[in-house]
């Protein structure tokens, strides 16, 4: 398929879906698809479609209910970030447009960490301590619990990064989630960091867990525990 035909179809809209059906019949590869995103972004009208989709997938899945945070979608020109953010207190999920491919996964990372937000104990205790201005003891609570925080939003975007790899019957987000997991590890190892430690590692426990008991136990230890070493224990 040629390069000016690809982006003639992907001008009629739809354009990730139209990426996928792309990927699925052999038409572009993976590194092409994202080199087009990151070109041409999606519009903010897709990333809402996203983000319903991620929901109801959840919803008829697992009976897990997303919080409705407001989705600013915005030119990453204007963020230090290249990665989304979750606003506890504006209850914002804001995503600058250079994710690429992997924009339903980083979707879904920040959706789980707004579930989480409005519903666990550790995220309450984190209310409690800014209300209080006890911002030392909320660094050392948060470094305490990466991998509850982190680890989970991951485990959420990996199911979902399946649920999407199922329709294209390829394991394309899967392998983008594990190229940015290696990325952020990474990142741990050169700053020694322990927000970055939780990424893979609270995922990894949070799969074990899912194994075991499944999804909605492991979505009510997201909710009640308040230390990465009590998860632990239940691995």
Wanted: negative net charge; contains cysteine; glycine residues 6%.
């Amino acid at each position: 398929m040629k390069l000016n035909e690809i982006l003639k179809e992907l001008e009629k809209g739809d354009k990730l879906l139209r990426i996928e059906n792309m990927i699925q019949e052999g038409k572009i590869n993976e590194r092409l698809a994202e080199g087009l995103l990151l070109q041409s972004p999606l519009s903010e009208k897709e990333v809402i479609e996203i983000v319903n989709d991620i929901k109801k997938e959840f919803y008829q899945r697992h009976g897990l209910e997303f919080p409705d945070y407001k989705i600013e979608y915005v030119d990453s020109k204007n963020l230090d970030t290249i990665a989304g953010t979750t606003d506890i207190f504006t209850k914002t999920i804001t995503l600058p447009n250079n994710q690429g491919l992997i924009i339903p996964v980083t979707l879904a990372h920040e959706l789980a960490h707004s579930y989480q937000m409005e519903n666990s104990v550790l995220y309450q205790k984190f209310k409690e301590l800014n209300e209080d201005k006890n911002y030392k003891e909320m660094i050392y609570v948060g470094n305490r619990t990466s991998c509850l925080t982190e680890g989970w939003a991951t485990f959420v975007s990996k199911i979902y990064a399946e649920i999407r790899d199922e329709r294209i019957g390829k394991n394309v987000y899967l392998n983008l989630l594990k190229e940015k997991n290696n990325f952020v590890t990474f990142v741990y190892l050169l700053s020694n960091d322990p927000k970055y430690y939780g990424y893979d590692e609270g995922c990894r426990l949070f799969e074990k867990i899912y194994e075991k008991n499944g999804f909605n136990i492991t979505c009510k230890l997201a909710q009640a525990l308040i230390s990465d070493d009590v998860l632990k224990a239940y691995v």
